[in-house]
């Protein structure tokens, strides 16, 4: 389980690690292209978003690294869960309602969380 934790860990970082900068450092120019739904989002509730993502990127990481604070894994997965939810929501009340990787995240991070309960 070791193992598997660290794999989907990683993978869930390395995504929310890019999504969460491209959110907090693009404009909203830039990011339209990817992300359809940023026209009816405020910009500073995109900044929060990309600053979310990338907190949560770590929190995956270090805690269960340095074995400070390692329950802190599963609520960055469960936080993620959670994200994605509201994700789905923005997408399903909009024009864009392509949520195939959300659904992907919502799972993979419900996987990831399940894996972080060994940390406890």
Request: glycine letters at 10%; charged letters at 10%; aromatic letters at 10%.
């Amino acid at each position: 389980m070791n193992i598997a934790y660290w794999i989907t860990a990683g993978l869930l970082a390395l995504f929310y690690l890019y999504a969460g900068a491209a959110k907090a450092f693009r404009s909203r120019d830039q990011l339209r292209p990817m992300m359809a739904w940023v026209d009816r989002v405020p910009l500073p509730a995109v900044r929060a978003l990309g600053a979310i993502e990338i907190l949560g990127a770590v929190g995956l990481i270090l805690p269960p690294l340095t074995g400070i604070a390692p329950w802190l894994a599963l609520a960055a997965a469960i936080g993620f869960v959670l994200l994605q939810v509201g994700a789905i929501a923005v997408h399903l009340t909009g024009e864009d309602r392509q949520i195939a990787l959300n659904v992907g995240l919502i799972a993979t991070a419900g996987l990831n969380a399940w894996l972080a309960t060994t940390w406890l």
